[in-house]
């Protein structure tokens, strides 16, 4: 009897690891999703204005009401997405996030660093929290974060599931 109380007390900082592991894993995932998977492109890049509300005439259902910044700006609740975009002098890339999320806050520390590099590029980092913005990440297909978009001229070109390094960012905007 004293043997099995040892060898599980012996095991439970193992079980208490694996335990904190899947915690991280379900609560950074949506939906269903996987984290650190990435998305293949699709065939066509996806244009955002086909999947946010526009009216009749093509403007955004909402107005923006602020100007956009050349640097890292955050997506306020209620500031309509595609009027950032359409305001942002060259390329974005988003980053749809929540504060509670490790692996969200190490791609916002990365995100920092490579903001000189996208500012020489004329490119527009807009961070946007999806608890702030639930909708519009279930339009864009958001199921897990950190989720980045890179977008150019209004279309999804690139998509990275997970924490994405400063390497693969560059290759985007060499790409671009």
């Not at 379900?26 to 946010?52: A, F, H, N, W, Y």
């Not at 700006?73 to 890339?93: C, H, S």
């Not at 969200?104 to 946007?128: D, S, W, Y």
């Not at 990440?137 to 890179?150: D, E, K």
Request: net charge negative.
């Amino acid at each position: 009897m004293m043997k099995r109380i040892v060898m599980r007390t012996r095991h439970a900082p193992l079980m208490l690891s694996l335990l904190f592991t899947a915690a991280v894993v379900i609560g950074c995932t949506q939906q269903g999703g996987e984290v650190g998977r990435s998305d293949d492109l699709r065939s066509e890049p996806t244009q955002l204005s086909d999947k946010l509300g526009r009216d009749q005439q093509g403007r955004p259902a909402q107005s923006l009401g602020a100007d956009v910044p050349d640097r890292a700006i955050e997506l306020a609740a209620g500031e309509d997405l595609v009027a950032t975009l359409d305001a942002a002098p060259g390329p974005v890339l988003i980053d749809f996030y929540a504060p509670w999320c490790g692996p969200c806050r190490t791609q916002g520390e990365i995100l920092g660093e490579f903001a000189p590099t996208a500012q020489q590029h004329n490119m527009t980092i807009l961070k946007v929290n999806i608890d702030d913005h639930p909708e519009l990440a279930r339009q864009l297909q958001v199921q897990s974060i950190p989720t980045l978009m890179f977008v150019k001229q209004g279309k999804v070109v690139e998509r990275q599931i997970g924490v994405t390094e400063p390497r693969q960012l560059l290759s985007w905007l060499q790409a671009s």
